[in-house]
């Protein structure tokens, strides 16, 4: 089997067992018995097991950033930016929940300096938010605000999400992101959206 | 020693280990360590580690809602009331953020059957927050709504909490409750707080 296959298939595994049963729970020999291999022959595809972690909320950084990164070219205005960039949370998120425990979660057992650079990313996607909401704010389409406390509202909800969520459930992701984007808004104090307004 | 004060430092040892590395990855043994103790004789005070998880749960449930039901007493007013609810559960959490790591993460690992008891329990607490959203919508003071949505965004805010808030930030947690609940009035399309209201 082609090396790059086997090492996905690695990291598959390994999501999945670090999100049921956490990081620390799961040992290199439990991820091998999910493909139906003997813990040492794992060692010939990685090091050690926080790599594994890392490769995974690594990866996932990657993902919100690149994503956020593709919103923030394509809508110059803050309301449909920040509402862009909850829709695209949201749905990477439902995409693959055991990725989303893993990042906001099992993270915080990487080692330190790893755990810093994480901590960066973090800041580095959340100032896509904090950005849209500081020119929404600028502009006078967002009432004045604490900005942070703004951003942390809206981290918050999207971030949540991953706790309640079910696929199974009576709303898909975009439904819910609507949802999330009324309350939003009108936290922020913006005019409500277009033909979704409800008259005061 | 008194045997309930060695259970109140069992569980003590329990909570910072579960919150620090995980249910899973925390020994009787480990737990035991914390104390000077064999993992044998902490057994003549446990029948199972589950039991000490669940003793943290249940009793971190208790104070949730024991704090709720004396607010919903005092604040017939349902403006009062939710904002009252908000500044309990960020007080709390402050207060122990250990018990909240693993009030919020670790609970996840209870055997099946005290699983749903938490479950229901969780949703007994967030009835006296849906229950103030509902009265205020009733009444006409917070705009109709999708209620079910306004109360997650209020759970995500205040249950989000624990992975940023420290301790020695530059704000105390009753000030960070008051940039909450001007959040949440305002989504809710609540009048502004008296006092605190900025002109639009």
């Not at 996932?60 to 695209?88: G, H, K, N």
């Not at 998120?93 to 906001?104: C, K, Q, R």
């Not at 975009?174 to 949802?179: E, L, M, S, T, V």
């Amino acid at each position: 089997m082609d090396g790059a296959v086997r090492k996905e298939q690695i990291c598959d595994a390994a999501k999945r067992l670090f999100a049921a049963r956490g990081y620390h729970a799961t040992s290199v020999r439990d991820i091998a018995a999910q493909l139906d291999l003997q813990g040492g022959s794992l060692y010939s595809h990685i090091d050690a097991k926080e790599d594994l972690l890392w490769a995974l909320v690594d990866r996932a950084a990657d993902s919100f950033i690149s994503r956020a990164a593709a919103v923030a070219a394509r809508f110059p205005d803050p309301t449909e930016r920040l509402q862009a960039l909850v829709r695209a949370h949201v749905e990477y998120m439902a995409s693959d929940l055991d990725n989303a425990v893993v990042f906001h979660h099992e993270w915080r057992f990487l080692a330190p300096a790893r755990r810093l650079a994480i901590a960066h990313r973090r800041h580095e996607y959340e100032d896509y938010f904090r950005q849209a909401i500081h020119e929404g704010v600028s502009r006078d389409v967002f009432l004045p605000q604490d900005e942070r406390f703004a951003t942390l509202l809206v981290m918050s909800l999207v971030n949540w999400f991953y706790q309640w969520y079910r696929p199974d459930g009576p709303l898909p992701a975009d439904a819910i992101a609507g949802r999330f984007n009324e309350l939003i808004l009108r936290a922020l104090g913006a005019p409500a959206p277009i033909g979704k307004g409800k008259s005061i």
